[in-house]
Nanobody
């Protein structure tokens, strides 16, 4: 499966962005989907994930970000509200199937998109 992330950009603090992750090659309806982000000089951190159960969120984005999927469009979204300068990073979408470790770890996702830059100005 190939993933293409888009929707990043420059936004002022308090603003909103919606990231999209369009999949191709096969249907992702049965895949677990995740969003991660990586700021300069830092590790790639978990943001949100959607699998068979309730969505998961990192504590830092809980209440501000919403993950969703549209299986008909083979796309996953990340609605980001009340953005803060600390949210500045490259955002990556990821997909996986089958046996996994925690949804919060990169090891659970063998497929990755190319990343989209989100910059939040103060």
């Amino acid at each position: 499966v190939q993933l293409q992330a888009s929707g990043g950009g420059l936004v002022q603090a308090g603003g909103s962005l919606r990231l999209s992750c369009a999949a191709s090659g096969r249907s992702i309806s049965s895949y677990r989907m995740g969003w991660f982000r990586q700021a300069p000089g830092k590790e790639r951190d978990f943001v949100s994930a959607l699998s068979g159960g309730s969505p998961l969120y990192a504590d830092s984005v809980k209440g501000r970000f919403i993950i969703s999927r549209d299986n008909a469009l083979n796309t996953v979204y990340l609605q980001m509200n009340s953005l803060e300068p600390e949210d500045t990073a490259v955002y990556y979408c990821a997909a996986g199937q089958g046996v996994r470790s925690s949804l919060r770890t990169t090891a659970s996702y063998p497929y990755w998109g190319q990343g989209t830059q989100v910059t939040v100005s103060s």
